[in-house]
T-cell receptor, first 113, second 113 residues
Framework: GQQLNQSPQSMFIQEGEDVSMNCTSS?????WLWYKQDPGEGPVLLIA?????ELTSNGRLTAQFGITRKDSFLNISASIPSDVGIYFC?????????????FGTGTRLKVLA | DTAVSQTPKYLVTQMGNDKSIKCEQN?????MYWYKQDSKKFLKIMFSYNNKELIINETVPNRFSPKSPDKAHLNLHINSLELGDSAVYFCASAPGFRGNEQFFGPGTRLTVL
């Protein structure tokens, strides 16, 4: 099935560092969502993006809808231990893709105190 | 109040059994989904309902049958369970199906022995 390429697959960072991750695809999307999943829980919505070029922040998190509509980026500033988890992007295909979201493969973030 | 709830949280059963997972949302949303998350944490859509009507039916064995008695509920019934059905199943809901924000339940971990 369809899949979004998400990178990096995993990363270890020091507390206080900034983090960047991205999702890329050959498909064009009309909405991007970013989620965080903690162990044993469901994904929690962090940021939603609806327009190409849109830049949206939620606290220390900033996400951007790529201008080509084929990619999206998430940045976390000044990471803290509770940022640990798996981050997923999801792109919506619209009418051409039967109105479904495709999920990225996830970025596993580990923060060293 | 929990926005999207699922029962049970854990389900352990023998091969060949039939089981159901229930989902309820109190967000007033029109669209509900079932996703399967495998051991590598990849999230894949299975089904989607909009106003009780099936709109997405991915390539899923016909042992899986969703049912939406009303807009707030979407259940998943699985017949003749197989080892490969072991996974975490997530319910999600959205205001609509055209690329809206999507909210996930806490998941049901199904283990088939």
């Amino acid at each position: 099935g369809q899949q979004l390429n998400q990178s990096p697959q995993s990363m270890f960072i020091q507390e206080g560092e900034d983090v960047s991750m991205n999702c890329t695809s050959s498909s064009i999307f009309n909405t991007w969502l970013w989620y965080k999943q903690d162990p044993g829980e469901g994904p929690v919505l962090l940021i939603a993006l609806y327009k190409a070029g849109e830049l949206t922040s939620n606290g220390r998190l900033t996400a951007q809808f790529g201008i080509t509509r084929k990619d999206s980026f998430l940045n976390i500033s000044a990471s803290i231990p509770s940022d640990v988890g798996i981050y997923f992007c999801a792109g919506h295909l619209g009418a051409s893709g039967t109105y479904k979201y495709i999920f990225g493969t996830g970025t596993r973030l580990k923060v060293l105190a | 109040d929990t926005a999207v709830s699922q029962t049970p949280k854990y389900l352990v059963t023998q091969m060949g059994n039939d089981k159901s997972i229930k989902c309820e949302q109190n967000l007033g949303h029109d669209t509900m989904y079932w996703y399967k998350q495998d051991s590598k944490k990849f999230l894949k859509i299975m089904f989607s309902y909009n106003n009780k009507e099936l709109i997405i039916n991915e390539t899923v064995p016909n042992r899986f049958s969703p049912k939406s008695p009303d807009k707030a509920h979407l259940n998943l019934h699985i017949n003749s369970l197989e080892l490969g059905d072991s996974a975490v199943y997530f319910c999600a809901s959205a205001p609509g199906f055209r690329g809206n924000e999507q909210f996930f339940g806490p998941g049901t971990r199904l283990t088939v022995l």
